[in-house]
């Protein structure tokens, strides 16, 4: 009887040793979002991430003359010599969207709130279409995926589009150079809708077969490299919002499917203080001749850390289930 206990003990100990090792049980509390920018070569080359060039939550704070804000979710489009950057801004209320300005992508002006509902706004991602200016943002409160347009840009926008009615998805991510949107769903399901424009009828693909858990939210805006297309997607094997990994775009007229390119692509950076916990935005374009990327990280201040036993064990059956 004893050599029997001994023995479902070991198991049991290499059980919780397997568990904690692909996602651990303790991991560091989550703080406030900072947003930092960059050039780089190439859109694969990871940024070089620095402290000076970023928007902390505390410059953040100093602009609105309070305390307790962030900023996340950066999105940008270059226009006219000068940089927009928007943001999620989140106070003690639902979160807004926020504008920031640059001519040359290192000194960034607050310029305001520029879309306020009564439901929660973030990840603010701006786009041109036949000379328009739109903007697809996470609108999940509102029940539905909801597109604005830019009627004076950059400050005025509107709604003019309901493109998923009653679903409430978060973090609709766009390319419209294959009619394709990726999302997730509450319960970590990755979903693939496809339509023949920006404004048809936009259904769920049945050429993509899923994947539920770790790895499915997107992390920022489709990007093009050497023909082929890549999406950043949010990794939590250290909790929320702890790293952005790589996924390529592969598509048939059978099947479509996002497969793991660069894993934790982007991840916490110990010596830069704003993003010593972990990073989860991701948005890369080419600016004529070179890159530009904006980012952001959060602050973990003194090493606290979350007990999440519910979130190891439902990773890890998602494992086993993809």
Same mark, same amino acid.
């Not at 050039?39 to 000076?52: H, R």
């Not at 040359?104 to 879309?115: A, C, F, M, S």
């Given at each position: 009887? @004893?050599? /029997?206990?001994?023995?479902?003990?070991?198991?049991? *100990?290499?059980?919780?040793?397997?568990?904690?090792?692909?996602? !651990? $049980?303790?991991?560091?509390?989550?703080?406030?979002?900072?947003?930092?920018?960059?050039?780089?070569?190439?859109?694969?080359?990871?940024?070089?991430?620095?402290? @000076?060039? /970023?928007?902390?939550?505390?410059?953040?704070?100093? *602009?609105?003359?309070?305390?307790?804000?962030?900023?996340?979710? !950066? $999105?940008?489009?270059?226009?006219?010599?000068?940089?927009?950057?928007?943001?999620?801004?989140?106070?003690?209320?639902?979160?807004?969207?926020?504008?920031?300005?640059?001519?040359?992508?290192?000194?960034?002006?607050?310029?305001?709130?520029?879309?306020?509902?009564?439901?929660?706004?973030?990840? !603010?991602?701006?786009?041109?279409?036949?000379?328009?200016?739109?903007?697809?943002?996470?609108?999940?409160?509102?029940?539905?995926?909801l597109l604005y347009k830019a009627i004076d840009f950059p400050t005025k926008w509107e709604i003019v589009d309901t493109l998923i009615r009653n679903r409430k998805l978060k973090d609709a991510t766009i390319l419209l150079e294959k009619n394709l949107m990726v999302a997730v769903d509450d319960h970590m399901n990755q979903l693939i809708f496809e339509s023949d424009s920006l404004h048809g009828e936009w259904k769920e693909s049945k050429r993509f077969d899923g994947r539920r858990g770790n790895e499915t939210r997107p992390g920022g805006r489709f990007f093009k490299f050497q023909n082929d297309w890549y999406l950043p997607v949010q990794d939590r094997t250290y909790g929320y919002g702890s790293g952005i990994s790589i996924y390529k775009l592969k598509e048939s007229e059978e099947k479509i499917s996002l497969d793991i390119s660069e894993k934790r692509f982007l991840q916490e950076v110990p010596e830069v203080k704003w993003f010593n916990r972990g990073m989860h935005h991701l948005d890369i374009q080419q600016v004529e001749n070179r890159y530009y990327t904006v980012y952001d990280g959060d602050r973990n201040l003194d090493g606290e850390q979350s007990f999440q036993i519910w979130r190891t064990l439902k990773y890890n059956f998602y494992d086993l289930f993809n």
């Open positions: 009887m @004893k050599k /029997l206990l001994l023995a479902f003990f070991l198991i049991f *100990l290499i059980g919780i040793f397997f568990l904690n090792y692909n996602y !651990p $049980f303790f991991t560091k509390k989550i703080g406030r979002w900072s947003v930092g920018f960059t050039f780089v070569e190439a859109p694969l080359e990871k940024p070089n991430i620095d402290e @000076k060039h /970023l928007i902390s939550y505390v410059e953040v704070d100093t *602009l609105l003359k309070s305390e307790g804000n962030y900023i996340a979710d !950066p $999105f940008f489009i270059f226009k006219d010599k000068t940089f927009y950057l928007f943001t999620e801004l989140k106070g003690k209320n639902n979160a807004n969207i926020a504008l920031f300005t640059s001519s040359n992508g290192l000194d960034y002006k607050y310029e305001g709130v520029v879309i306020d509902e009564d439901f929660h706004l973030s990840y !603010p991602q701006v786009f041109r279409h036949k000379s328009e200016i739109y903007m697809l943002p996470e609108t999940k409160q509102s029940g539905n995926v």
